[in-house]
């Protein structure tokens, strides 16, 4: 708190007690979001190489390899930005990662590497590269690769916020690898049909019951897309929707693919809520209230909330970038801003 020390003898009753006087603490309440996230970037060549030493230096062991990415302005708090944390897994062929469950949601976006899987409430759900696999909240899940290759994927889950709510629960399962009860990516091919959902299933959970937004699937819909006007601010911008709702796919975490026209730039704009994007493919630059970070694919950055951003695809080819957000939190709170820059 920046409170001036005022110590007079009333001041000192008061701050001996617990207590502040609102006028002490007048400038928390800004005109607009001050975070104290920065805007930021891990570049994958840093990311790469990490990576790469990790799979020597770190088993898999009840804790899975990830590396999580903190903000710089949080003091070393568990959290990218104010209410969302990035991590980068890796996890090697024959690697199992043990079943657990905790109450932040997850989703994982596949980086490199495929053929390795999260098995989720007993569903194996196959990743590949461009993936986006959702483990929402309370969900059992483990990770598993039989695959050859590395698989490296970036976790997003609503850590910072769930733990500002006091609603972290977590449980390790007794089994390293429970039982499969159910198809190999089953809920995709029974909720992955678009337009068309079964009417004889009765759940209807506050997380979309598809668990794998495949890569060929996004990018059909990117290149059917590509021509038309799109954002001003994200371009060809889609949301992953909740397969029954059409609303966002969690609750706490919205998911969005963006394609960035080769020599596009698009128009400026603040939100109100945070996110991180990961580039898929492509070059670019983004000036994050007025700084730039020049990007290229799995690199990965921290937009704080109601920063000024503003995207420009600087190379020859389409660019793509994937993002979660915490926008459902702050649509369902009533909490949701824009503002354009003038
Ligand atoms: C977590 O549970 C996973 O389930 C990955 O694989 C990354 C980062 C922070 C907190 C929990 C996982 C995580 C995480």
């Known amino acids: 708190m920046n409170a001036p020390a005022t110590e007079d003898s009333f001041h000192k009753l008061i701050h001996e007690n617990y207590m502040y006087g609102l006028w002490e603490i007048a400038s928390q309440m800004t005109p607009h979001p001050r975070p104290e996230a920065v805007p930021w970037q891990w570049k994958w060549s840093l990311l790469e190489r990490v990576v790469k030493e990790s799979c020597t230096a770190v088993p898999v062991g009840d804790e899975r390899r990830a590396m999580q990415l903190f903000n710089p302005g949080l003091n070393g708090q568990w959290a990218t930005t104010g209410t969302l944390i990035a991590a980068v897994q890796v996890l090697l062929p024959g690697e199992v990662a043990r079943a657990h ?13 495929n053929g390795a899987y999260t098995a989720v409430e007993g569903e194996k759900v196959i990743m590949r590269e461009g993936d ?14 039989e695959s050859g290759d590395i698989v490296v994927w970036m976790d997003g ?51 979309s019951p ?38 966002p796919v969690l609750p706490t975490i919205g998911c969005r693919v963006q ?40 690199d990965i950055v921290a937009v704080p909330s109601w920063a ?3 995207h420009a695809n600087t190379g020859s080819e389409d660019a793509i970038l994937f993002s979660i ?13 824009e503002e354009a820059l003038a």
Not at 212 to 236: F, K, N, V
Request: include cysteine; hydrophobic fraction near 40%; glycine fraction near 8%.
């Open 101 to 113: 469950r905790h109450s932040p949601a997850a989703i994982r976006f596949i980086m490199q590497g």
């Open 132 to 145: 986006l696999v959702l483990t929402p909240s309370w969900q059992w899940h483990d990770h598993g690769n």
């Open 157 to 207: 889950l609503d850590v910072p916020l769930t733990k500002a709510l006091n609603a972290i629960f977590f449980e390790m399962n007794a089994e390293i690898r429970p039982r499969a009860t159910k198809p190999v990516n089953g809920s995709k091919s029974l909720y992955g049909h678009g337009h068309l959902a079964p009417t004889w299933t009765r759940e209807r959970p506050k997380f």
């Open 210 to 247: 598809l668990m794998l937004y495949s890569w060929d699937q996004t990018m059909q819909a990117l290149h059917a897309l590509r021509d038309r006007d799109g954002s001003p601010y994200e371009g060809i911008s889609l949301e992953y929707t909740h397969a029954l709702s059409g609303g």
């Open 259 to 298: 394609l960035i026209r080769a020599g596009e730039k698009l128009k400026a704009r603040r939100v109100a809520g945070s996110s991180v994007f990961c580039v898929r493919q492509g070059r670019g630059r983004s000036v994050i209230e007025g700084k730039a970070f020049e990007w290229s694919r799995n």
């Open 308 to 310: 000024l951003l503003e």
């Open 325 to 337: 957000n915490d926008r459902p939190v702050f649509e369902a709170l009533g909490l949701y801003r």
